[in-house]
Nanobody, 120 residues
Framework: QVQLVESGGGLVQSGGSLRLSCAAS????????MGWFRQAPGKGRESVAG????????DYANSVKGRFTISRDNAKNTVYLQMNSLKPEDTAVYYC?????????????WGQGTQVTVSS
């Protein structure tokens, strides 16, 4: 069973950037499609971005297209989410997930989450 640990969250001003990382252990990252999800206070968890096992395909929520980029380094067992031009509405707990690809990531495993707060 793969374990996922996110890092890189924090407080940033509107318009700023952050890069989230998700390190995997107990399994081979290349066996999984990977995704980033987020959950804002009082809202449900939503998909932000996903990437296939070999990185050939990606998928983004409309709200983050052109601002966020998902990437992976299978040799380092790590997935990244580069977030630029951040907005206050991006404030949420961000979760890394591993699973299978069905036009997007269907998660089987979750990380514990990392808080991202964007101030206006």
């Amino acid at each position: 069973q793969v374990q996922l640990v996110e890092s890189g969250g924090g407080l940033v001003q509107s318009g700023g950037s952050l890069r989230l990382s998700c390190a995997a252990s107990g399994g081979t990252l290349s066996s999984y499609a990977m995704g980033w999800f987020r959950q804002a206070p009082g809202k449900g968890r939503e998909s932000v971005a996903g990437i296939t096992r070999n990185g050939g395909n990606t998928d983004y929520a409309n709200s983050v297209k052109g601002r966020f980029t998902i990437s992976r380094d299978n040799a380092k067992n790590t997935v990244y989410l580069q977030m630029n031009s951040l907005k206050p509405e991006d404030t949420a707990v961000y979760y890394c997930a591993a699973g299978r690809w069905v036009g997007g990531v269907v998660p089987n495993y979750w990380g514990q989450g990392t808080q991202v707060t964007v101030s206006s």
